[in-house]
């Protein structure tokens, strides 16, 4: 039992960072149609970013704060007007493709302006156990969790409560009667890319203590953010929340029940379940289709 | 005369809303059937429960006196019942000629047949014969997706008659054809249906191509069957002239 | 392509064919290797082509059917079969398994059916990491003979690239034949339309399955020589990135277009091995020229010469309405 509840608490912390990750997935899905292949390699920047200016003799805190910057410039602002504004009228599969090279181009540029190998990242969250319920519970995993679950928490009520929130949700869902009705469309849509940018950044901060910065440890997490978009739904923000939670557990928990080997294949063959038998996702709505 | 067609009780619900509520009707061997009533009144949704792209909650389609309610739309083609869209729906990328021949090829011996035997499957003459019959000579090896909308229209036409077909069933043929080509395409009807001896519904909001063109004309509203007479009957029906000009 | 006159376009095949019969004679082994690489890898994106740019049908799976093909022929032809029988395995194999991936298709599209072809993708390559007893697991299998045609041994970097070569031309006939069949005409329809196809009697079902299982048929003898190409394989070269490699050849030489995956492998195979000379920078480099072609052409290279070519009749169409203009006001 006490095996199953740490499990839990690693699954629900690993999973909360996916959920960070996915959130901004289907963000950008949702006002520009851009299926980011590249959102993996978008976690993984960031960390090198903030080790770049620590090397430059920035102190860890400054570090964090121009990391996330240079995030939000590289790939929120620049991403959207160099890339994803001059493809997007011309459907969804190029864009999708050149994201697929952008992804390339990241870890290559990594790996040769900063190491082929992995670096240590310093935690921003306290190291070491606690005592829970008589369980002894890392406090990282504790910290990662709250600190994605306060991101999350801040991100919904931003687009739920706010009138800001509410004029992006318009232009997402219909930006032609969002335009007629005066929402500022465009800024939305840059709006969103930054919000990406800025959680990815988020993500990079808090995982790549646990799992080192490595210039091709966004492959696996790309993947992750993919599948809970698509499993709890990927027109929904609440959806990828729910999806990258349950992710991050069953993704621990088939670590530690099924073997080793065939680990990776469990979220797989729950994916190809959901888009088979649910296809709007656990969450979605499913999309009107018109004959 | 003998009915092609038999539509007993068809029902179509969405979620609560009963957008064709229980039509029964029959269409006999070589006429030219209207089909005309308010927007919203269901005639599409019937149409795509006759030719199995939506699934009847209700009723049964009868073809030639076999049962073929459910049958996939390919079936059904296959069977002899051909039909267009309200929305144009040609290829844009294939010529004119290859989205007739596309449009003849799967009644052309067997799927394995097609691999081995004619690229053209045999159709060119016949796809002549309908680009010259639909006065589109000049256009035949044009992409469909460059033609006007009024001849993306006729080409619409002239695609669901390529398979032969006995029954065809037209959603809105005339809708945005401007008035020259609309007469040209009233006459390429009539011409098929008198010398091809096929059978034709049509679903039209043009009250004088409707009227002229049609032997006998069904009014529906609110998802039933208001009236089925001669076009001159049904001029005259007080509920036909309520549906229409009451509310 | 049609702007060309049609003995220009077969003198220029013919140059074409010949030179890659004639100038990799001089080629070193390296040469060799690459431009048999380019052969193979123009067969397995052919088969996507089929799949995606004609049927329209998108599939992150084409490097999970190499690997099929691949491990076939591995394991078959180091028991000592000879390799066309593997190559026929190999096709029946991919068929099987690519008709029964093309299901999903009949259920969900667009990147819904990425996904699902993805996490196919992933499965098939734990697999041949995973299953030692078939396939080596990571130590892989080596010595992966190569064959002898028609008597003559393929030992030699020459010989099996004609080899590869020989494959590309028969595959290329039958890929030719196939897109100019009804077949191919019913794929197109498939992508274009399928709900006015169905109502003309295509069976979209049946066509979406034949889609995939032909399009990962190809994959599959594309892997069949890629085995005895590098004599050695192991499950890394058939993770997910090269489906992600094959699907960036199929756009970027133009999906739906014949000779699109020809370029795209070119450009992708050959495009890196020029850039070596930048050394740690090549893949960047090629990356950002993907990125640049895609911004300037999403139809990929053969895109654009579509386009100029579209150009070039709708101002030679003009041109002619303008005259018949004129000598109608002549007349009147």
């Known amino acids: ?180 009705i005066g929402v500022p469309v465009e800024r939305m849509i840059l709006l969103t890319f930054l919000i990406n940018a800025f959680l990815v950044a988020l993500a990079s901060l808090l995982i790549t203590p646990i799992y080192l910065a490595k210039f091709s440890s966004g492959e696996v997490l790309g993947q992750a953010a993919f599948i809970a978009a698509i499993v709890g739904g990927f027109n929904q923000v609440r959806g990828a929340i729910a999806g990258g939670l349950l992710i991050g557990v069953l993704d621990n928990l088939a670590a530690a029940y099924v073997s080793t080997q065939y680990r990776a294949a469990v979220p797989m063959i729950f994916l190809i379940a959901v888009i088979l038998f649910r296809p709007q996702g656990l969450l979605g709505r499913a999309e009107e289709r018109t004959v | 005369m003998s009915a092609v067609l038999e539509v007993t009780g068809i029902k179509k619900n969405f979620g609560g809303i009963s ?54 739309p390919a079936e059904l083609n296959k069977l002899g019942v051909s039909r267009t869209f309200q929305l144009l729906q040609v290829f844009p990328k294939l010529s004119v000629r290859e989205n007739l021949i596309l449009a003849g090829q799967e009644h052309q011996g067997s799927m394995a047949s097609r691999l081995v035997g004619r690229s053209d499957a045999g159709l060119t003459e016949a796809a002549n014969q309908m680009i010259g019959f639909f006065k589109l000579d000049h256009l035949a090896d044009e992409p469909a997706g460059g033609l006007s909308y009024g001849q993306q229209k006729l080409l619409d036409a002239a695609m669901a008659f390529m398979g032969g077909p006995r029954l065809v069933l037209l959603d809105e043929p005339a809708g945005g054809v401007n008035p020259s080509m609309l007469s040209d395409l009233k006459d390429r009807l009539v011409a098929i249906n008198r010398e091809k001896n096929a059978t034709f519904v049509v679903i039209e909001h043009n009250m004088e191509f409707v009227m002229s063109l049609c032997s006998r004309v069904m009014v529906m509203a609110e998802g039933k069957v208001l009236a089925m007479g001669r076009p001159d009957e049904v001029r005259k029906n007080p509920a036909v002239i309520e549906a229409y000009l009451g509310h | 392509m049609s702007g060309f006159a049609k003995p220009l376009k077969i003198a220029l095949g013919l140059i074409v064919i010949a030179g890659l019969i004639i100038v990799p004679m001089n080629f070193n082994r390296y040469g060799l290797f690459i431009l048999s690489q380019w052969a193979v890898m123009s067969i397995a994106a052919m088969g996507l082509n089929l799949t995606l740019g004609y049927a329209g049908q998108v599939s992150l799976a084409q490097g999970a059917f190499v690997g099929i093909g691949a491990y076939a022929a591995a394991i078959m032809t180091t028991q000592g079969w000879p390799l066309p029988a593997a190559i026929v395995v190999a096709i029946v194999l991919s068929f099987a398994v690519g008709w029964v991936l093309g299901y999903p298709a009949l259920r969900v599209q667009h990147h819904y059916l990425a996904f699902v072809t993805l996490a196919f993708s992933t499965l098939a390559f734990l697999v041949f990491r995973n299953e030692s007893w078939l396939t080596g697991g990571i130590y892989g299998i080596s010595n992966i003979p190569r064959p002898h045609i028609f008597g003559i041994a393929t030992n030699k ?176």
């Open chain 1, 1 to 180: 039992m006490s095996n199953l509840f740490d499990l839990l608490v690693a699954g629900l912390a690993t999973g909360a960072i996916y959920a960070l990750v996915a959130v901004g997935f289907t963000l950008l899905w949702q006002t520009s149609q851009t299926i980011n292949f590249a959102q993996g390699e978008f976690v993984m920047l960031p960390a090198f970013l903030m080790l770049a200016t620590m090397h430059a003799g920035a102190p860890f805190w400054l570090a964090i704060i121009l990391g996330i910057l240079l995030s939000m410039i590289l790939l929120g602002l620049a991403f959207k007007m160099l890339l994803v504004d001059p493809m997007m009228r011309h459907g969804v599969l190029p864009l999708a493709i050149a994201t697929m090279a952008l992804a390339i181009g990241i870890k290559e540029a990594v790996k040769q302006f900063f190491s082929a190998e992995a670096s240590p990242f310093p935690s921003i969250v306290p190291t070491g156990d606690i005592s829970i319920l008589g369980h002894a519970v890392s406090l990282q995993s504790i910290g990662v969790l709250v600190l994605a679950i306060l991101a999350v928490f801040g991100l919904t009520s931003l687009l739920n409560r706010t009138s800001l929130g509410h004029q992006m949700q318009a232009a997402a869902q219909n930006p032609t009667v969002a335009r007629i």
């Open chain 2, 19 to 72: 957008a064709v509520d229980g039509v029964s009707f029959d269409v006999r061997e070589g006429e030219i059937l209207g089909l005309i009533g308010p927007n919203g009144c269901g005639k599409s949704t019937l149409f795509n429960c006759i030719l199995g792209q939506l699934t009847p909650s209700g009723g049964e389609v009868k073809l030639d006196g076999k049962l073929v309610t459910g049958l996939r």
């Open chain 3, 157 to 332: 970097p020459l010989p099996f690239y004609y080899v590869c070569l020989g494959s590309l031309a028969i595959v290329s006939l039958a890929v030719w034949w196939l897109i100019r069949s009804p077949w191919g005409r019913a794929f197109m329809a498939l992508r274009e339309n399928p709900l006015r196809a169905q109502s003309l009697g295509v069976d979209t079902r049946r066509y979406t399955l034949m889609a995939f299982a032909i399009g990962s048929a190809l994959g599959g003898i594309a892997g069949a020589l890629y085995a005895p190409l590098t004599q050695y394989i192991d499950p890394v070269p058939f993770n997910l990135s090269l489906s992600l490699d094959l699907l960036m050849m199929v756009i970027v030489g133009g999906a739906g277009f014949y000779f699109g995956p020809f370029l795209g492998a070119m450009i992708a195979v050959l495009l890196p091995e020029w850039l070596r000379f930048t050394e740690g920078y090549y893949l960047m480099l090629y990356a950002v020229a993907v990125m640049l072609l895609l911004i300037w052409s999403p139809t990929g290279i053969l895109g654009i010469l579509d386009r100029y070519l579209a150009e070039r009749r709708t101002k030679a169409a003009s041109a002619l309405r303008a005259v018949a203009k004129s000598r109608l006001e002549t007349v009147q």
